[in-house]
């Protein structure tokens, strides 16, 4: 069974950059499982930030970006501020129409 | 953009069947999304559950297939979950949302998602 991986926790200063990673526990992430991120404070919905990799969903500020670094997609906040504190999920398309979701990484700035 | 909005019983009895409806408002289901299920047990991540075309075609997480139906009612814009057998391993917020595509392919991502409802297995 494939399984998602994200880091569990990240803390960043404010104005501070950070990257967050989503690989696979067998094998690399590639642009065929099209990495898309969410963001999720607690209460809320998940809020749609990254798809295809590295496009921004409507609305969302530039200092969010997504990319492919090495075998794991990336999401890189750059300038965090406060209300960037949140749980990050990334999603992975395995094919067949099935989806998996990462076990999130928790964000907190301070 | 469209929106969503799940409805369905907040308490369900062990052993029977949670039955959850997304309603799609500012576009159609029968339109080139496809229509999706996730679920959020209290303090933990989100699972996806699967997906449904408005053809009635669904395609489901193997781990909750053998108890998982997805349908579309398409003269009511709107589509449902059904999970039967439930345990207590199965109270969570579930939360609807759309896969985007278009007439030339999909993006393989979840764009518009519902509000979520809060599902509890209890007797």
């Known amino acids: 069974q494939t399984v998602v991986t994200q880091e569990p926790s990240f803390s960043v200063s404010p104005g501070g950059t950070v990257t967050l990673t989503c690989g696979l526990s067998?094998?690399?992430?590639?642009?065929?499982?099209?990495p898309s991120w969410y963001q999720q404070t607690p209460g809320q919905a998940p809020r749609t930030l990254i798809y295809g990799i590295d496009s921004r969903s409507s609305g969302v500020p530039d200092r969010f970006s997504g990319s492919i670094l090495g075998n794991k997609a990336a999401l890189t906040i750059t300038g965090a501020q406060a209300d960037d504190e949140s749980d990050y999920y990334c999603?992975?398309?395995?094919?067949?129409?099935?989806?998996?979701f990462g076990p999130g990484t928790k964000v907190t700035v301070l | 953009q469209v929106q969503l909005q799940e409805s369905g019983p907040g308490l369900v009895e062990p052993s029977g069947t949670l039955s959850l409806t997304c309603a799609v408002s500012g576009g159609s289901i029968s339109s080139s999304n496809w229509w999706s299920w996730v679920r959020q047990p209290p303090g933990k991540g989100l699972e996806y559950i699967g997906e449904i075309y408005h053809s009635g075609r669904a395609n489901y997480n193997p781990s909750l297939k053998n108890r998982v139906t997805m349908s579309v009612d398409k003269s009511r814009n709107q589509f449902s979950l059904k999970v039967n057998s439930v345990t207590a391993a199965d109270t969570a917020v579930y939360y609807c949302?759309?896969?985007?595509?278009?007439?030339?392919?999909?993006?393989?991502?979840?764009?518009?998602w519902g509000q979520g409802t809060l599902v509890i297995v209890s007797s």
């Open positions: 999603v992975l398309y395995m094919g067949s129409g099935i989806y998996v």
């Open positions: 067998s094998g690399s992430v590639s642009t065929t499982h099209y």
């Open positions: 949302a759309r896969i985007y595509c278009t007439t030339t392919g999909c993006y393989y991502y979840l764009d518009d």
